[in-house]
């Protein structure tokens, strides 16, 4: 069966500093990779989606990058956080014509 | 440019009622609709998902319908438990050639009371 592991679930960063959230994906081959972030009270924003290893859609532009150095794996990074950048995100996969299933999320706080 | 609305923001009722949430979006154009629930600061777990040429999708006691010409979806949950609190979003994907993202709703708050 699939399943899809993201981490860590909670992250405290300050302004300023570097981020990196990794998602891996477990029993499926070329998914369609996501990356949502959820602010509070607020509904979900795709950050970026990924169709194929090194194939990036950015759909905001911020100081969020996202890179697929294989199949399964999706990464969020940035050099610099802002205070903007807290919230709640949530890396998802599909296959085409499939359901969309999500990770159990990381809570980033920037203070 | 496909914009998802859910109505109401917020919905409070009692144990054992049956209910409709709704599903709104403005561009026809889909190749499916989800709908999700989220507890609180939990990810998002997948209910059912309608393909754009079928009418409905029932999972237990829940019925998802979709009417792609006046851009409307329901979910229905039949005698509502406690357990069924949460947030539910409905997520269309556009089928826009070469489109694989999913727009989201901003959610409908369930809340049940015992």
Known sequence: ?111 | KQEVTQIPAALSVPEGENLVLNCSFTDSAIYNLQWFRQDPGKGLTSLLLIQSSQREQTSGRLNASLDKSSGRSTLYIAASQPGDSATYLCAVRPSTSGTYKYIFGTGTRLKVLA
Do not use: M
Not at chain 1, 61 to 89: E, H, M, T, V, W
């Open chain 1, 1 to 111: 069966s699939q399943t899809i592991h993201q981490w860590p679930a909670t992250l405290v960063q300050p302004v300023g500093s570097p981020l990196s959230l990794e998602c891996t994906v477990e029993g499926t081959s070329n998914p369609n990779l996501y990356w949502y972030r959820q602010a509070a009270g607020r509904g979900l924003q795709l950050l970026f989606y990924s169709v194929g290893i090194g194939q990036i859609s950015s759909e905001v532009p911020q100081n969020l990058s996202a890179s697929r150095p294989q199949d399964r794996q999706f990464i969020l990074s940035s050099k610099k956080l802002l205070l903007s950048d807290s919230g709640f995100y949530l890396c998802a996969w599909s296959v085409p014509g499939e359901k969309l299933f999500f990770g159990s999320g990381t809570q980033l706080s920037v203070l």
